[in-house]
C-alpha cells in the first residue's frame, strides 16, 4: 500500500514538474516577445530616410547589420541608437521596418523603440509615449537647381507648383499652407521623391533641414531653399523635434531620457554633419 502511494506521489510530483516548466516556457517566450527578460535593445527605423538612416552593403562609418539581412543600416538615428544602447548595457539590434509599420511593431512587441527621426505629434501619443528631443529641425523645399523655384524665399512663391512630401508625415499636411499650390500625391520615402523631383514630375518637396542638405550633397542638379523669417510653414514644437518611440508606460523612458540627457548639442550637430557626408551617394 505504501508502495502505491509512494508511486501515485512521484508521478504526480513529475506531472506538477512538467505543467511548471512548461508555463515558465510560455513566460519565457512572452517576456522576449515583449523585449524584455534578454539583452538586446531592438529598434525599429525604414532605414531609408537620410541622414536620419539609410542602408548600406558595409559596416563603414560605424553602420549597424540589420537584423535577418545582408545589409547594414547608418545615419543619425543609429549613432543615436548606439548611444543609447551602450547605456542601457544592451546590445543593439536594427530591425528594419516600413515607416506604416513602426507603431504596429512597437505595440506588437517585435521592437522596443523607434528611433526613425518621428515626430511626438498628438495623434501618435494617442498610441505610443515618447522621450525628450535628440533633434530639432526646420522645413525647408527641395527643388531643381537653376530652375523656377530656386530663387524662391516664401512658401507662398511655389503658387501653381507641382508639391509633395512623405506618406504619413506632417510634411504633407502643411503644403496645404501654400495657396494655389498643386498638391500632388504623397509619397513613400526621400529617394523616391528625387527621383521624381529630377525626371520633373514634381516640382519641388518638403524635408527637414537635414535632407536638404543630403540632397544637394547627393545631386549638384537639387537645391535647398530655406525660407525668410515669417515666410516660411507655421509649424509647432511638435513638429519640427525628433524622439524616440515607445511603448505606453515603458520602464525605458526613463532610462533613454537619461541617456539623451547626456548629449550635448555640439555632439548632436557633430553627429547630424558626420551623417550627412557619410550617407551613400546613391541616396
Known sequence: MKRK???????????????????TKKLDEASTVAGEGDNTFKVGLEAGYPPFNWTQMDDSNGAVKIQNAAEYAGGYDVEIAKIIAKSLGKELVIVKTEWDGLIPALNSGK??????????????????????????????????????YDGAISIQDFKGAKI???????????????????KQAAMDNFPAMRVALES???????S??????SAE????????????????FKTSPEDTTVAVGLRKGSELTAKIN?????????????IMENAIKNQPASE
Open 258 to 270: 537619461e541617456a539623451l540627457a547626456k548629449i550635448s548639442e555640439e555632439q548632436r550637430k557633430e
Open 208 to 213: 527637414e533641414r537635414p535632407e536638404g542638405v
Open 111 to 148: 521592437i522596443d523603440a523607434i528611433i526613425a527621426g518621428m515626430s511626438p505629434t498628438a495623434e501618435r501619443k494617442e498610441s505610443i509615449d515618447f522621450s525628450d528631443s535628440y533633434y530639432t529641425s526646420d522645413l525647408v523645399m527641395v527643388v531643381k537647381k537653376g530652375g523656377k
Open 164 to 182: 509633395t512630401a512623405q506618406l504619413n508625415t506632417f510634411h504633407y499636411t502643411v503644403i496645404d499652407q501654400i495657396e494655389g499650390v498643386q
Open 200 to 206: 520633373g514630375i514634381i516640382d519641388g518637396y518638403v
Open 217 to 232: 550633397a547627393a545631386n549638384s542638379n537639387f537645391k535647398m531653399v530655406e525660407f525668410a523669417p515669417g515666410k516660411g
Open 5 to 23: 502511494i509512494s508511486i501515485l506521489f512521484a508521478v504526480s510530483l513529475l506531472l506538477l514538474v512538467m505543467l511548471f516548466s512548461g508555463c
